[in-house]
C-alpha cells in the first residue's frame, strides 16, 4: 500500500484571530492550508484522509490522534502564538520517544527557508508524568502514538508576527508553503517521483467535482497535458491544471502508465505492503522468480534500504507494493 498520512487542521473556523492582523485566524487558515497541503501530498501518491470533515466543527485533540491508528504519520496543522512579537521561528513538536525527529528538524528548516524566517526551525518535545509513566503533552500526539503512529505538531512561524502573518495571508505563498512541506514528507518516505503528468485524448469538460451538475473549470482540448493526482474508482479521475484541481471522466484521459518502467524479480521475493521501518513483519506477500513488475519509482527507505515501489495483483485487486532493490532486474 501507499504511504498514508493523516492530516489534522489544528482548530475550528475563527479560532485564535490574530493580534496583530485581524483578518487572519489559526483556525480558517490552516484548515486552508491542510487541504493545500493535501493534494500537495496526494500528488505524490500518498493516501491523504483529515481528521474532520467540516471546519466548524471541532473534536477532541486525543481522539484526532487516535484515528491515526494504520497510518503511517499524523501531522496537526498550526500557527503559534507568542507575547513578543517580533519571534518568528518554526517549530515542530515530535513525540518524546524520538522516532520521528528527523523528519521534525527537516519540516522546521523547509518552513524557515520557505517562510523567511529570522529565527531558525526547531523541534521540541513536551511530556507530563503520571504514574511514574511519561507521557506526551499534547493530545494529538499522546493519541498517534498510544496506537502506534508517529504524530507531530508543525508550527508555521507565528501569527503574533506581522510580517509572517502578512505572508501567510497570501495565496500563493500558503500554496508553495504546502508544495514545499509536501516535497520535505514525501522525500522522507523516500518517495521523489511528483505529480504523473497525463494526456486528454479527447476533447472534455474539466469538473470542479466529480458531478456533471456541479459545473466545470474549462474545457480541455485533446493534446492538453494535466496533472493527474489520483484515481477515484467511480469512473473518475482526480487531476490537476493551470493552478485548479477537478475532475475528468476516465474515458477521456491517459494517465500514461506505459511511461512506468518494467522490471522483472530475479528471485522469489517477500514484497511488503508498508513501508516504514515498523512494518518490517508486513511481507504476507510472495513474488515467484521472473514475475514481471510495473516499477513506479525506486525509493530510499528511512532505514537507508532501497526499494522499489511496484504495482502488484493481490487477490485480483492492483495494490502498490515494494520490493528490495536488489531483487528486480529493470527491462
Ligand atoms: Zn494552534
Redesign the pocket.
Known amino acids: 500500500m501507499a504511504i498514508k498520512i493523516l492530516l489534522d487542521a ?2 475550528y473556523s475563527g479560532y ?1 484571530v490574530s493580534p496583530v492582523n485581524s483578518k487572519y485566524n ?1 483556525g480558517d487558515r ?1 484548515w486552508d492550508f491542510h487541504l493545500l497541503l493535501k493534494t500537495e501530498l496526494e500528488a505524490y501518491g500518498i493516501t491523504v484522509d483529515t481528521t474532520r470533515s467540516s471546519k466548524v466543527t471541532d473534536k477532541d485533540v486525543y481522539i484526532r490522534g487516535t484515528a491515526g491508528k494504520g497510518y503511517d504519520l499524523v501531522i496537526s496543522e ?3 502564538a507568542s507575547s513578543t512579537q517580533s519571534t518568528d521561528y518554526p517549530v515542530v513538536i515530535v513525540p518524546f520517544n524520538n522516532k520521528i525527529t528527523d523528519l521534525g528538524e527537516q519540516i522546521a528548516q523547509t518552513i524557515q527557508i520557505t517562510m523567511g524566517t529570522i529565527q531558525s526551525g526547531r523541534t521540541m518535545t513536551r511530556t507530563y508524568v503520571s504514574g511514574n509513566v511519561t507521557y506526551d503533552y499534547y493530545g494529538v500526539i499522546r493519541g498517534a502514538v498510544f496506537v502506534g503512529t508517529p504524530g507531530i505538531i508543525v ?1 508555521n512561524s507565528f501569527h503574533t508576527n506581522s510580517k509572517m502573518t502578512a505572508w501567510l495571508l497570501n495565496d500563493a505563498n500558503l500554496k508553495a508553503l504546502a508544495k514545499a512541506e509536501a516535497k520535505t514528507i514525501a522525500n522522507y518516505f523516500g518517495i521523489s517521483t511528483y505529480k504523473n503528468s497525463a494526456k486528454i485524448t479527447t476533447k472534455c469538460q474539466f469538473y470542479k467535482k466529480s458531478n456533471i451538475a456541479k459545473g466545470s473549470y474549462c474545457v480541455l482540448a485533446k493534446g492538453t497535458t494535466v496533472e493527474y493526482v489520483k484515481d477515484q474508482n467511480n469512473g473518475w479521475s482526480k487531476v490537476s491544471y493551470n493552478g485548479n484541481t477537478g475532475y475528468v471522466k476516465n474515458s477521456c484521459i491517459d494517465k500514461g502508465t506505459s511511461k512506468y518502467k518494467k522490471g522483472v524479480t530475479t528471485s522469489k521475493t517477500s514484497l511488503r505492503t508498508g513501508m516504514l521501518v515498523a512494518k518490517s513483519t508486513d511481507t504476507s506477500v510472495v513474488a515467484p522468480k521472473g514475475k514481471k513488475v510495473t516499477v513506479i519509482s525506486s525509493i530510499t527507505a528511512p532505514d537507508g534500504r532501497k526499494w522499489c515501489q511496484i504495482k502488484y495483483k493481490i487477490n485480483g485487486k492492483t495494490c502498490d507494493c515494494y520490493v528490495v532493490k536488489s531483487k528486480v532486474n529493470m527491462e
Open positions: 489544528g482548530h485564535n489559526e490552516m498550526h500557527s503559534n508550527e
